[in-house]
């Protein structure tokens, strides 16, 4: 199943845009978006395949950290990750 997930890394200082910059084109390849700046975090939104959430979530974080890995971002904490599976996503709409 395809989830849609959202990692958020928190740190102790302000994001630059050629940061964020960098890492939308780290996660680009993954169906994945990048944001942060201007806060002291920076996230991104990746689509991975697993078949539930929690291992959706480890593979996302695999893949993030390799991605942050690419810039010159810091390698801070992840301190929120959230999941949106593909069925749930559209799931309202069936009735």
């Known amino acids: 199943m ?3 997930v959202s990692l958020q890394a928190e740190g102790d200082r302000e994001v630059t845009l050629e940061e964020v910059v960098e890492l939308a084109d780290a996660v ?3 169906g994945g978006i990048a944001s942060g700046f201007g806060t ?3 996230g991104a939104q990746i689509i ?3 078949d539930n959430s929690d291992e959706a979530v ?3 974080l695999a893949e993030f950290n390799r991605a942050v890995a690419t810039t010159s971002l810091p390698a801070w904490p992840v301190t929120r990750a959230e999941t949106i599976g593909e069925d749930d996503d559209y ?3 069936d009735a």
Do not use: N, W
Request: charged residues 20%; negative net charge.
């Open 40 to 42: 002291m975090t920076y």
């Open 91 to 93: 799931g309202d709409l």
């Open 28 to 30: 680009a390849g993954l």
């Open 58 to 60: 480890d593979i996302a």
């Open 48 to 50: 991975v395949e697993a």
């Open 2 to 4: 395809r989830f849609s």
